[in-house]
């Protein structure tokens, strides 16, 4: 039984954290596990967007505008996007977060970094979607 009081009142919270009742903010394990389904699911994409790249090379402008505004290279280009920058945000938040001393520097630096990454996204699938719908246009 001794074994059971000692594993029962062994904390890893800090004396200072247990008076002022701080603890884990439970976000770890969520953000832990979306990056790792954003980098599987990145996997095969970016090898399907490496390999027609490749095969693209020395084509034609209107070749390759033909090769991006069909139906499902646009809509796994856009799904690329979508996941490179979302995985690319949430990962630079990580190192921000370990290495950012000062809260208002560290909540800065997470809000500029996600703010870019919507924004090269955003501009991304725009130009993805104008060369799509153009493609249907004509």
Not at 58 to 75: C, K, Q, S
Not at 113 to 138: D, F, G, H, N, P
Request: aromatic share 8%; net charge positive.
């Amino acid at each position: 039984m001794a074994g059971n009081d000692y594993a029962r009142n062994t904390t890893l919270r800090s004396p200072l954290g247990r008076v002022r009742g701080l603890g884990s903010a439970k976000g770890g394990t969520h953000h832990w596990w979306m990056q790792r389904v954003s980098s599987a699911a990145l996997l095969p994409l970016t090898l399907w967007f490496a390999l027609s790249a490749a095969s693209l090379a020395g084509a034609p402008y209107e070749v390759t505008r033909d090769w991006i505004g069909h139906p499902l290279n646009a809509v796994l280009l856009l799904a690329a996007i979508g996941l490179a920058f979302q995985h690319t945000a949430s990962g630079l938040q990580v190192i921000i977060e370990d290495y950012a001393n000062q809260e208002w520097v560290k909540v800065g630096a997470i809000l500029a970094t996600k703010a870019i990454c919507w924004l090269l996204a955003i501009a991304s699938a725009l130009a993805v979607l104008r060369i799509a719908v153009l493609r249907v246009a004509v």
